[in-house]
């Protein structure tokens, strides 16, 4: 059985039997993985809090070619994001980034690039205490690197450009986006300030990003759209989005 070692984020950790946990991670030389943490459950457990929801870790790991599951045997912390889960608002937020990167990854493809995305958006929120920007951010280029983001700055039904800072509206049946003279009843707005907003965030890190260059409500509005585009790609709603869209 070859050893494996990864620097990696914790997506999910559930109760297995009655000692382990089953754990899916993402490592970065691997991608997304699953495996089973021996003991980890029991109080004096070796790996202590290193398997919580978004913890960045250095992983070691097992496997075997007849075996879908590896076994997890040591787990160190980089950097822990229990305090950020004790605000309400951030925790949904960084349940959605672990629910979104574990239904769009498949198994066993390292992206190294969904890595630094999911890496840094965490650490955006722990950093400023805010989720908004972050969240859209995330969302936005997760879109981008699954090859599903429609075009920003041309109508999809007659082909028109629509130049920057014009308003333009999400068409979910296209799956791409119109003019003002091609939308249809139903269809989600989408600002000139959102538009802006959105080819600023594909050419700049989020970390050079802030509230006084997009404000909370652009954010949504880009959030709303690519999470449409998520949940049809992956057939189904999130869960987690839900409670980020129920009343507090």
Known sequence: MPLHESEAIILRSYPLAEADRLVSFLSR???????????????KSRFGSALERLSHVRIWFYEKETRDLVRISQCEIIESFLDVFRDYAASIVLGLFSEITEAVLPEREASD???RLLLLATQTVKRTGKAELALAYFSLWTVKLGGWLPALDRCARCGRAISAGEPHYYSTSALAFVCEKCRTSGMRPFSGAAQNAARKMLTQRLDLLGEDLIQAQVAREITEVMLDIVENEIGHKLASRELLESPA
Do not use: E, H, L, S
Request: charged share 20%; net charge positive; aromatic share 6%.
């Open 29 to 43: 030389t691997m991608g997304r993985v699953r495996g089973v943490a021996a003991g980890a459950k029991r109080t």
């Open 113 to 115: 690039a969904n890595f």
